[in-house]
């Protein structure tokens, strides 16, 4: 049989521009006068082939700025990537602190805009509007800008719209990580229908036990490289090896 995918994306990788100590203001331009502004390369994601099997659930692991959330915005069509080609099966949604959503914009308004993007017709968000309310808990907020938002309550709002609006790819940055507890818990059994319902799912994380529970097939991250892709278990432990904590002798009483 055929192996269906959800995502091929061949060598792809992202680099970042960024000008340090840019001289703006008029105190800052007096005392750096004869320093020029820096301009500085940040190699986010080295080159790299990264294919997820439709229904799949995969772990995305690796330290603080290895480039988890840059790998995701490139294969969610966030950023373009620099290099190399991705084929995307299905519509996607990113699930992190706001992202996709306008903050201008009310959480009612967000609904439709980002339902339609994921595709829906404007008669279908009515049907399905309720439920993604009330699902996100936020009905007294309905008409307020999200700027106003916690970043919790955002991080409800663009679950909610994914669910019910049903992303084919859902990719989740840390998405346990924010909400309050009754929603952590509802986000999980949630989760875990829509991953049985055949969703493919890419998951951020920094548990280990959510990777290790979830994740058939986990990604390690290291310093923009894919060092490992493969068993679950055997990633965790090469991410757990780099990262031993060495408390030194005298520290311990
Ligand atoms: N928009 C941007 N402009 C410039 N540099 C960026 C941008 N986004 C990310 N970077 C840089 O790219 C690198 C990878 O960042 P990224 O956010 O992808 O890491 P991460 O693995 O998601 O980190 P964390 O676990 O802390 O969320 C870091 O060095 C970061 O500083």
Redesign the pocket.
């Known amino acids: 049989m055929k192996t269906e995918y959800a995502i091929q994306a061949k060598n792809i990788s992202?680099t970042?521009?960024?000008t340090e100590d840019a001289h703006n203001t008029v105190k800052h331009r007096l005392f750096n006068l004869f320093k020029p502004s820096k301009a500085k390369k940040?190699l986010?994601?080295k080159p790299m082939d990264f294919e997820v099997k439709k229904g799949e659930c995969i772990g995305?692991i690796?330290?603080?700025?290895?480039?988890?959330?840059?790998?995701?915005?490139i294969l969610s069509g966030v950023?373009p990537t620099d290099t190399g080609k991705i084929n995307i099966n299905g519509t996607t949604m990113l699930m992190n602190l706001g992202v996709g959503m306008s903050h201008e914009l009310t959480a009612r308004e967000n609904i439709y805009v980002a339902s339609s993007v994921l595709g829906l017709k404007i008669k279908q968000v009515d049907e399905l509007f309720d439920e993604i309310v009330d699902f996100a808990e936020l009905r007294e907020f309905i008409d307020t800008k999200i700027k106003y938002f916690s970043s919790g309550m955002k991080a409800r709002l663009a679950f909610s719209i994914a669910v019910n609006a049903g992303a084919d790819i859902m990719f989740l940055?840390?998405i346990f990580a924010v909400g309050d507890m009754k929603f952590q818990e509802k986000a999980v059994r949630v989760f875990e229908m829509s991953w049985i319902k055949g969703k493919t799912v890419i998951l951020?994380s920094?548990s280990m036990d959510i990777i290790q529970k979830y994740c058939n097939r986990t990604a390690y991250?290291k310093n923009?490289e894919l060092v490992y892709y493969g068993d679950t278990e055997h990633a965790l432990n090469l991410y757990k090896q780099d990262n031993q904590i060495v408390v030194e002798e005298s520290l311990v009483l």
């Open positions: 992202k970042f521009h960024i940040v986010a994601l995305l690796g330290s603080n700025g290895c480039g988890k959330s840059t790998l995701t915005r950023y940055d840390e951020v920094h991250l923009g």
